[in-house]
């Protein structure tokens, strides 16, 4: 199985920026789809954004379109997420997983979770 490494998560005042990494181990054809998933203490787990490693377009969740950034390092199997304007509704723990492309990964993955980066936002 893939293996996920998470990390980039921090304690960041309500404004502020941070830029979370996942790296994967291996990807196979059927994946195309690299996501962003959160989960805030009491609440479901919830997605985020996607992107496609083929093409790099992208899917953004719409409470974070316009302040947060999804991109891809294809050579380095790295994928960022670029936190900006962060507001305290934003604190969760983040999980990065893989699914068949952007528009089905927010109700499909392939992977199992890992143990994801924790983002604070404090206000």
């Known amino acids: 199985q893939a293996q996920r490494v998470e990390s980039g998560g921090g304690l960041v005042q309500t404004g502020g920026s941070l830029t979370l990494s996942c790296t994967y181990s291996q990807r196979t054809a059927s994946t195309d789809a690299l996501a962003w998933f959160r989960q805030a203490p009491g609440k479901e787990r919830e997605f985020v954004a996607a992107i496609s490693w083929s093409s790099g377009m992208t899917n953004y969740a719409g409470s974070v379109k316009g302040r947060f950034t999804i991109s891809r390092d294809n050579a380095k199997n790295t994928m960022y997420l670029q936190m900006n304007s962060l507001r305290p509704e934003d604190t969760a723990v983040y999980y990065c997983?893989?699914?068949?492309?952007?528009?089905?990964?927010?109700?499909?993955?392939?992977?199992?979770w890992g143990q994801g980066t924790q983002v604070t936002v404090s206000s």
């Open positions: 997983n893989i699914g068949p492309n952007i528009a089905t990964v927010p109700r499909r993955v392939f992977g199992a």
